[in-house]
């Protein structure tokens, strides 16, 4: 009995001395965070864990129909990496999975055509999508396509056939209640085979909502990349034959010459550092002295391309990636404080 009581007490003792160290603790790293928050707030610094609400801005420089660029200086290169991955991999559209021929009289098997009908991009809606589910098994909910053609026998040509012969199959309560929602192919004018007179095809295309982790066809992007903005420095000057040298020799046309004044000689400028490939062509010629150019990067000056297949505006795909990160992050976040309880 002595020794358990023994024990007890010093097992109350060190629980009392670890929770005055706890809170101690507690209040020195809320007075340094507190002194952190001021100092980021005077002069911003590049960290991996930055409050986005705030301080993240975006300079668009190109802006079409199936392409997006912009610029920023203040995304950190996980997160950038982490939205390439979503874009590419993680984001849900329709695509064609099965093909049901009835009939095929062409020279490609069925085999070869169904592989061409699946990677061609149909355009749905992102209301539709929402509505829909990702494997649907009742056939009164699917999105069926047609593809019914055929060249006549008295024909003397070779008919080609393009993806504008996909024509929705309007079926079921389902299609009737969404029927003002438009699901056609992207583009019209992607060659899927060609008839020989007297040949016909007669098939259903049956498509399904899935990601790109699964086939590459459901991927909603051609491409989606980043790049950290180059930097070019001269020290010094280089004139004369040297800077006529370095300009003719950049690929990409980095550099440019300013017109000498009276007796002086060229000088060598940089004009479009953007479009620098770093290939250090500029580096293997001899200007007299090394070092008077040096290349390195920007770390936190990135570029983001995102390239659509034309299935969703490349604004809509980009903002689906900002939400799906958020929500990992959020559900990341509601783990570890679970598993961290006390």
């Not at 009392?16 to 603790?25: D, M, Q, V």
């Not at 024509?167 to 929602?181: M, T």
């Not at 007669?202 to 790049?227: D, L, M, Q, W």
């Amino acid at each position: 009995m002595k020794i358990f009581l023994k024990e007890s007490w010093k097992f109350s003792k060190w629980f009392l001395f670890s929770k005055l160290i706890s809170k101690k603790f507690e209040d020195f790293f809320q007075q340094k965070n507190a002194q952190k928050k001021i100092i980021i707030n005077e002069n911003p610094l590049p960290c991996f864990l930055v409050d986005y609400r705030h301080n993240l801005n975006l300079r668009l420089l190109k802006c079409h129909r199936d392409e997006i660029v912009f610029e920023t200086n203040q995304l950190s290169l996980p997160h950038a990496n982490s939205l390439r991955r979503i874009l590419l991999g993680e984001l849900k559209i329709a695509a064609i999975q099965d093909v049901f021929f009835y009939q095929n009289t062409s020279v490609l098997n069925d085999e070869n055509v169904a592989h061409r009908l699946g990677l061609i991009p149909i355009f749905v809606n992102s209301e539709f999508l929402n509505k829909t589910k990702d494997d649907i098994s009742n056939k009164l909910e699917k999105i069926i396509l047609d593809f019914k053609l055929k060249n006549p026998k008295n024909s003397f040509k070779v008919l080609s056939i393009y993806s504008r012969s996909l024509k929705l199959k309007k079926y079921g309560l389902f299609f009737s209640l969404n029927k003002n929602l438009t699901i056609n192919p992207v583009f019209r004018d992607i060659l899927i085979l060609k008839l020989n007179p007297g040949q016909k095809i007669k098939c259903e295309c049956h498509c399904i909502i899935n990601s790109g982790i699964k086939h590459a066809k459901f991927s909603p992007v051609g491409t989606a990349f980043y790049r950290i903005s180059p930097k070019i420095k001269i020290v010094g000057e280089v004139l004369g034959k040297y800077a006529n040298k370095l300009y003719e020799v950049c690929p990409v046309k980095v550099f440019d010459i300013k017109d000498a004044k009276k007796n002086y000689l060229n000088r060598l400028k940089v004009s479009n550092p953007q479009f620098c490939t770093l290939c250090k062509e500029c580096l293997k010629i001899n200007i007299g002295r090394p070092g008077q150019i040096r290349l390195s990067r920007i770390k936190n000056k990135l570029t983001f391309v995102i390239e659509s297949t034309g299935v969703l505006s490349p604004e809509v795909l980009f903002h689906r990636a900002v939400g799906l990160l958020v929500g990992k992050c959020n559900q990341s976040l509601s783990i570890l404080f679970k598993s961290f309880e006390w």
